[in-house]
């Protein structure tokens, strides 16, 4: 095992003194034969004692599941599958939260020839009806009898689907019940069968506007992109540390994020668990048991633990040491992204580890060193503050159609407030009007039920991903916005919405923000109030009886948002700049049709459902 990483600079290709592409070869070559399906029986052949998987037992103890005993289960299932009827090619639906039986049941479909279709768990009746109807799954998993009844009450405008099986009740026992007569030979032949071409899922857009439409990701897509990362992130896969290296999955399987970890995970034999509750308590249960070495997380995640942290100091009356440990860990960041600290800031930095940031690690397990954040920037400061609180940070960037991550931090290299470089065997160029155009084994095949193949049809190959961003000089890749959410003032000024969102979702008052000023004269904002970071001003403000209605025109908390505002208006000129915000009662959430399942805003239902508050907000005069 290498003791480094394997860094290449991307080449980079510059027109008129500007760095237009950027493209990094592939540090691994896309097998010429199998599937995703061969991972399990490949890694009981080649480790078969080693422990790939740990299963939660109902006393809280974590379980190792070996190489050898999954392949086995693995093998059980798909049996199952078969005995049951399903073909190869067919679809099977999986609707569940992050669980040990999603994977398991992803890993049976694969390896006998089937087509999995992740729906998400919060996923309305129709949703999920839309999904299955349109992918023509003849099959779906579900976790609880909660999930059951709302496939059972569709079945009627389902007629392809003839199998509906519930984790909760044992479905997973009764398949390999039902498969114990079908031969060893029957799967095996089935996995020969697959080649690195064949679908291997569909996996749905979270459809910010009209139907959701299905991604077509092949094998070939997945060993790209989990085989490259698994090369360039060295220190996260392969532990060079007597620890090994291990995650405790929270994610959505549902998201192609997730599903991509827990491929790559199995792919490179890293130890995975599932923790399927996301509420504050039940996950830092789990992070404390299972204690992982890295963790895969969204801006959201890392906010919390962030904010939670600062709440906890202020009720000790000890706000000020942590905002002073908070300036540190930034310091600290920020330098290591170019050269060695200083003594002093060393020195510094040591005075505050077990004070503060030995507290955060072990809020996330105590062994926690890497995280990989994607789904949106994380945001410069809290890049450079868990950085200093020796947590480094791989941020990405990626879209469905890319199998996830296109970019990725290169380590040993971080450049703060970027999504990195390209991942390897990948090339990014900027259009003329700034739009973000990829390139590589990773994008995916078209969209299901869709005569546009190919990259989404744009020329040459290349997809088109709807996102406005930049190159730098060295290749790095930042990301400034959403090219259908660009805003676009009276005035004529461009104003993209992302960085000031980012920005104000970190604090911790504010659960959600949407700025507005599309044909307006000035940017405005509606904000939403976080409920944890709330009652704990409502404590500290001796308000906890204060009616909603009134509180969200409070003036303290007015003013304390103002000053969040004011510090997002650094970010950007006095022309993009937010001069007025309104404070709504309730949050935008994915039940009130204001959240997609991956948590991105749906404007045009927010802006609908809002008229009246956005309307007030250039009604009152300056």
């Not at 997730?258 to 399927?276: F, I, N, S, T, Y």
């Not at 299972?290 to 100091?313: D, G, S």
């Not at 992204?337 to 060393?346: D, F, M, T, Y």
């Not at 400034?480 to 920005?503: C, F, H, M, Q």
């Amino acid at each position: 095992m290498d003791a480094e990483p394997k860094l290449v600079e991307p080449v980079r290709t510059v027109v008129d003194g500007v760095v237009r592409e950027a493209a990094v070869p592939a540090l691994a070559a896309l097998p010429a034969s199998g599937s995703l399906g061969d991972i399990p029986f490949h890694n009981a052949r080649e480790a078969p004692g080693e422990a790939v998987l740990a299963r939660k037992e109902r006393d809280g103890t974590w379980r190792d599941v070996t190489a050898a005993e999954f392949a086995a289960e693995v093998l059980a299932v798909a049996k199952g599958l078969i005995a049951e009827g399903l073909r190869e090619g067919d679809r099977l639906a999986i609707m569940a939260r992050t669980t040990y039986e999603w994977t398991l049941l992803d890993f049976a479909g694969w390896a006998a020839g089937l087509v999995t279709v992740p729906i998400y768990p919060t996923s309305s009746a129709l949703q999920a009806r839309w999904i299955i109807h349109d992918s023509g799954a003849v099959a779906c998993a579900v976790e609880d009898t909660a999930q059951a009844r709302i496939i059972s009450a569709e079945r009627a405008n389902l007629p392809w689907l003839s199998h509906l099986w519930e984790f909760d009740t044992g479905a997973v026992a009764r398949l390999v019940k039902a498969g114990e007569r079908v031969p060893d030979a029957v799967v095996h032949a089935r996995r020969a069968a697959r080649t690195p071409d064949c679908v291997a899922t569909l996996v749905y857009t979270s459809g910010t506007t009209g139907q959701p439409k299905g991604c077509v990701l092949t094998h070939a897509n997945f060993f790209a992109e989990v085989d490259n990362a698994v090369e360039l992130l060295h220190p996260v896969f392969k532990s060079v540390s007597k620890e090994p290296a291990s995650t405790l999955l929270f994610l959505p399987l549902s998201h192609v994020f997730g599903r991509m970890v827990a491929v790559g995970c199995l792919r490179a034999r890293v130890k995975l668990g599932h923790a399927p509750s996301i509420s504050t308590q039940d996950l830092l249960a789990d992070l404390a048991g299972f204690r992982p070495t890295f963790l895969l997380a969204i801006p959201y995640v890392m906010e919390k633990v962030y904010n939670t942290a600062r709440a906890t100091a202020e009720k000790m009356g000890r706000a000020s040491s942590f905002d002073r440990a908070a300036r540190i860990a930034q310091s600290y960041g920020e330098v290591v992204e170019g050269k060695r600290p200083g003594p002093a800031l060393r020195a510094a930095r040591a005075l505050y580890d077990p004070l503060v940031y030995r507290r955060i690690r072990a809020a996330l397990g105590g062994r926690v060193r890497y995280v990989l954040s994607g789904g949106s920037p994380l945001g410069r400061r809290l890049a450079a503050f868990y950085t200093g609180a020796g947590i480094e940070i791989f941020e990405g960037y990626g879209l469905t159609e890319t199998t996830a991550a296109s970019t990725v931090t290169p380590p040993l290299k971080p450049r703060l407030g970027t999504v990195g470089w390209p991942l390897p065997g990948t090339a990014v160029r900027i259009a003329d009007d700034g739009e973000v155009l990829l390139r590589g084994a990773h994008v995916f095949a078209g969209y299901w039920n869709s005569p546009v193949q190919s990259g989404g049809g744009a020329a040459g190959g290349w997809l088109a991903t709807g996102d406005i961003g930049e190159l730098d000089a060295d290749g790095y890749l930042t990301i400034t916005g959403r090219k259908k959410d660009l805003i676009i003032t009276s005035g004529g000024k461009n104003v993209a919405p992302a960085p000031l969102e980012d920005w104000l979702r970190a604090h911790p008052l504010v659960s959600q923000c949407m700025v507005v000023g599309d044909n307006r004269p000035y940017v405005t904002a509606l904000l939403t109030l976080e409920p944890e970071g709330l009652a704990h001003w409502r404590q500290m403000h001796k308000k906890q009886s204060l009616p909603m209605a009134e509180l969200v025109r409070d003036e303290e908390l007015r003013a304390d948002l103002q000053r969040a505002v004011d510090e997002a208006n650094r970010l950007v000129s006095r022309a993009e700049s937010i001069r007025r915000f309104t404070v709504l009662p309730g949050d935008f959430t994915e039940e009130r049709g204001h959240l997609t399942p991956s948590m991105k805003l749906k404007r045009g239902a927010i802006a609908r459902d809002h008229e009246r508050e956005i309307e007030e907000l250039y009604r009152r005069e300056r």
